[in-house]
């Protein structure tokens, strides 16, 4: 391991806005201490808890802490070499509203009690083409998603106009043409309709598409973000809420894989598309 690494792990280990918790220190009895006590005991505040699952160098979680400091952001990656730059921007900056959680996130309904998170935000996760059970927004995450977040109060829905709330919110933000149409399937396939969506964030004429959110922020761009943009490859969105109640289903559909992602390296199979 280089230098630079175990520095950077040494940082991490320091840093007041980190909790590390890898895959060797999980067992299945292990309560997490902070689950339940995230508002109390780590924010200090009752604001709302939002987390950006696969955070990487965590500058989506940083930003929306700098833009929204009436919400509490938690970064999630199990890569504390990738969070280091975001960890170490919030303890310089002196932002009170940021953490970082390093685990798998496989184990992330472990750290939160119910209606304790109230959105999650899923920026440019590895869209894992061959494997359904990995892809972030798949059945097996979802049910572990729907665990921890909470529904708005019926009062603030009535309020907007829209009648009872249901769910969480998640956003996805992705450059893979498979995984949002992955997720668009998978809600069709139990009866979701998204709160909004675009296949081109960045070309959609209908500026109001993203009103109804209060995070939304086009300046706010992660470093997988600039890259693609940069090959010309247009960047999707989609918001939905996550239902609460009823058994959920894996869409049955084929899906064109991302050539782009190859990077012109000879494909392991010579599948065309996935489910």
Not at 146 to 152: G, N, Q
Not at 230 to 241: D, Q
Request: aromatic share 12%; with cysteine; net charge neutral.
């Amino acid at each position: 391991m280089s230098k630079g690494k175990l520095a950077k792990f040494a940082d991490m280990a320091a840093n007041p806005l980190v909790i590390e918790q890898p895959f060797n220190t999980i067992k299945e009895e292990t309560v997490f201490e902070l689950r339940g006590r995230w508002h109390e005991d780590f924010f200090h505040n009752q604001n709302p808890i939002v987390l950006e699952l696969g955070c990487g160098r965590g500058e989506y979680t940083v930003g929306l802490a700098r833009r929204y400091p009436d919400k509490n952001f938690i970064g999630v990656d199990i890569k504390g070499a990738r969070m280091w730059t975001g960890a170490q921007d919030a303890l310089h900056e002196g932002l009170t509203n940021v953490a970082f959680l390093r685990t798998h996130i496989e184990f992330i309904d472990r750290f939160f009690a119910p209606d304790e998170v109230s959105e999650i935000w899923l920026t440019f996760s590895d869209p894992q083409m061959k494997k359904a059970t990995k892809r972030l927004t798949s059945t097996y995450f979802l049910q572990r998603y729907r665990r921890f977040l909470s529904s708005p109060s019926n009062v603030e829905g009535v309020a907007e106009g829209r009648g009872r709330i249901d769910g969480g919110l998640i956003h996805l933000k992705t450059d893979s043409n498979f995984l949002y149409t992955y997720t668009e399937e998978m809600l069709k396939a139990n009866g979701i309709v998204p709160e909004c969506s675009t296949r081109d964030l960045y070309g959609d004429p209908n500026s109001s598409l993203f009103t109804l959110n209060s995070s939304f922020d086009l300046s706010i761009q992660t470093y997988y973000e600039q890259m693609w943009r940069e090959r010309g490859i247009p960047i999707k969105y989609l918001r939905f809420r996550l239902p609460h109640e009823g058994v959920l289903t894996e869409p049955d559909v084929e899906i064109p894989l991302d050539e782009y992602r190859s990077y012109n390296r000879s494909k392991r199979s010579g599948s065309e598309t996935g489910r």
